[in-house]
């Protein structure tokens, strides 16, 4: 039995795979995840009630994952300006992670290259790295 965590994942992903891989392993974890299935989903949901991590993928419907970020970094609320972030995604130009680092994500990880267990690291170690600060 997982140990019960108070602590709010967003996963917002539209590939409905990897949302139920990911969101199950996190639950699993004992996290409250909440799943946006598109960028404007998941900017209302951190807007609404701000997750302590949003794990965003970069290619999605409505608003892409660039555009979640400058909405969400542009915030006037600091708790949603500074949510750390760890992005999610099959791009991985260098054009594409150097438009990521500008916006100042925690991670950057390339889905091909992941595991479940691997993400819940990152995401475990983001958390980590934020009680510290």
Not at 3 to 19: G, L, R
Not at 81 to 91: E, H, Q, R, T, Y
Not at 105 to 128: C, G, M, R, S
Request: aromatic share 4%; with cysteine.
């Amino acid at each position: 039995m997982p140990q019960t965590n108070t602590k709010k994942i967003v996963v917002a992903e539209d590939d409905v795979a990897m949302a139920e891989i990911t969101c199950h392993k996190l639950s699993s974890s004992g996290f409250n995840v909440r799943h946006a299935e598109n960028g404007q989903q998941a900017v209302d949901m951190v807007q609404n009630d701000p997750p302590d991590v949003l794990l965003l993928d970069l290619m999605m419907p409505e608003l892409d994952g660039f555009q979640v970020l400058e909405k969400i970094r542009s915030n006037p609320n600091s708790k949603i300006a500074n949510l750390p972030v760890i992005v999610l995604s099959n791009l991985w130009s260098s054009q594409d992670i150097l438009r990521v680092q500008s916006l100042k994500v925690d991670d950057f990880l390339v889905k091909a290259y992941f595991t479940p267990e691997e993400i819940l690291a990152k995401i475990n170690n983001a958390l980590q790295k934020r009680r510290n600060n």
